[in-house]
């Protein structure tokens, strides 16, 4: 079936470095893939999203390139703020329409 | 335009006891979608129902859950006879028509603590 897996966490970094965080996966077919954000207490909010291959999603300074020859999805931002600590999901959408998630990576940013 | 609603935001029940948990969608969005976190997971899919029809229950466990959307009304997710294991967050997202092309909103989450 299909999953998603990214990088585990918690990442620690302080404010204005660089951000990656990985993500790979694995599907039949041709899915659409989804960065989502969850702040403490709250539900997932979606970050960005990219459709087909070679797109870009960005949104709030961040970036993730949809590259179907590597499956992979990796999230960047050039430089994160301590407003940006939560846990980030990747996620696919195919057939059926539900998100298949990656398990999460927390974010932690000092100041 | 609201978001998605769902109440209550945290429900204790003791082992044995029944859980139901509500989902309104945003205006407009006639699909609704459940699923579930762990404690220190990710999101896993239950089920996804349209209006008065179930869609896809795959990742609905076999006994004691059930859920459904009736045609006025919010979506209801149930829990029977609950057990210390089903302790979690359950989010509701719903979407206006299918998510290959519009996004899934979530809610704020369901937090059920079973004692």
């Known amino acids: 079936g299909d999953s998603v897996t990214q990088m585990e966490g918690p990442v620690t970094l302080s404010e204005e470095a660089f951000l990656t965080i990985n993500c790979t996966y694995t599907?039949?077919?041709?899915?659409?893939l989804f960065w989502y954000v969850q702040y403490p207490g709250e539900g997932l909010q979606l970050l960005l999203k990219?459709?087909?291959?070679?797109d870009k999603g960005s949104n709030k300074g961040f970036e993730a390139t949809y590259r179907k020859e590597t499956t992979s999805f990796h999230l960047e931002k050039g430089s994160v703020q301590v407003s940006d600590s939560a846990v980030y999901f990747c996620?696919?959408?195919?057939?059926?329409?539900?998100?298949?998630f990656g398990a999460g990576t927390i974010l932690r940013v000092k100041s | 335009n609201a978001g998605v609603m769902q109440n209550p935001r945290h429900l204790v029940r003791r082992r044995g006891q029944e859980a139901r948990l509500r989902c309104s969608p945003m205006?407009?969005?006639?699909?609704v979608y459940w699923y579930r976190q762990l404690p220190e997971e990710g999101l896993k899919f239950m089920v996804y129902?349209?209006?008065?029809?179930?869609?896809?229950e795959s990742g609905m466990p076999k006994e004691r859950f059930s859920a459904e959307f009736p045609k006025e009304g919010p979506s209801i997710l149930r829990i029977q006879q609950v057990v210390r294991g089903d302790s979690a967050a359950y989010f509701c997202?719903?979407?206006?028509?299918?998510?290959?092309?519009?996004?899934?909103?979530f809610g704020p989450g369901t937090r059920l603590t079973v004692t």
């Open positions: 599907a039949t077919g041709y899915p659409s």
């Open positions: 129902l349209q209006k008065e029809n179930i869609i896809d």
């Open positions: 996620a696919l959408s195919e057939k059926g329409n539900k998100l298949v």
């Open positions: 205006k407009g969005h006639s699909h």
């Open positions: 990219a459709t087909k291959a070679d």
């Open positions: 997202a719903s979407s206006q028509v299918d998510s290959s092309q519009y996004e899934q909103y």
